[in-house]
């Protein structure tokens, strides 16, 4: 698997472009409800992740990531074309709102199904049973061929390849891993992706604000998940 390597200087350029820059006022006039297990994304983690998407384009599923739809900018093709799916009725009004039951995801509105070249997904909850209630939906929304991007705990790697597998592709750990704006969570989430990001994307970069020491563990892993892969 090819393995891209962006030095933190190249990263710290790709973020701080003021081209078509993310709206980062979500952060700071949204709330997190822990009710509903809420935990917004950095704006380090927003920028890299926005940008992911709008240099790539495309129209966007966002399940259960509303802290990436409200930041992209409100001129943003890839914001015009794209649905975020959630629970919290904050956003009902909101002409790309659609409310999500992660229980039911069925009930996404067939007219919407395989019509996304994306789907970004971080649920509530990490263990199996909701993931696999998350896979459903993904398969829903997926156009053939599309780009998936997921956040969840590392150890989690094998059951997303066991969820998705061929119908979307192995999901393999990305060198940027993702950090919370306010959470103190006890354990570091990964970006998994069904695609291999460009070499000079914020995504084969690795995020400063994650501890350097995860780094190792983070890249082996990945490689010995690709070795399994190619046999």
């Not at 015009?80 to 039911?104: E, G, I, M």
């Not at 061929?145 to 094998?158: I, S």
């Not at 690795?206 to 010995?224: F, G, K, Q, Y």
């Amino acid at each position: 698997m090819a393995f891209f390597f962006v030095d933190i200087c190249q990263m710290s350029e790709l973020a701080d472009d003021s081209a078509d820059p993310p709206d980062l006022s979500f952060l700071r006039q949204t709330e997190e409800r822990r009710a509903l297990n809420q935990y917004w994304y950095s704006s380090r983690t927003i920028t890299a992740i926005a940008r992911e998407l709008e240099d790539v384009g495309g129209s966007v599923a966002f399940l259960s990531t509303p802290s990436i739809y409200f930041s992209l900018p409100d001129e943003s093709q890839v914001r015009a074309q794209s649905v975020v799916f959630d629970f919290d009725r904050q956003w009902d009004t909101h002409p790309n709102f659609r409310f999500f039951d992660f229980h039911q995801p069925g009930a996404i509105d067939s007219a919407l199904w395989r019509s996304f070249d994306w789907v970004v997904v971080d649920p509530p909850f990490i263990t199996r049973d909701v993931w696999e209630l998350y896979a459903d939906a993904v398969k829903l929304c997926l156009k053939p061929g599309g780009r998936v991007m997921c956040t969840t705990v590392p150890e989690n790697e094998a059951v997303l390849r066991d969820l998705f597998g061929q119908e979307v592709g192995a999901l393999r750990k990305a060198r940027f891993m993702p950090a919370m704006q306010n959470a103190k969570l006890p354990y570091q989430y990964a970006l998994f992706l069904n695609y291999e990001p460009s070499a000079n994307s914020a995504l084969a970069a690795w995020n400063i604000e994650v501890p350097r020491d995860l780094e190792a563990s983070n890249s082996s892993t990945m490689e010995t998940a690709a070795v399994v892969v190619e046999r």
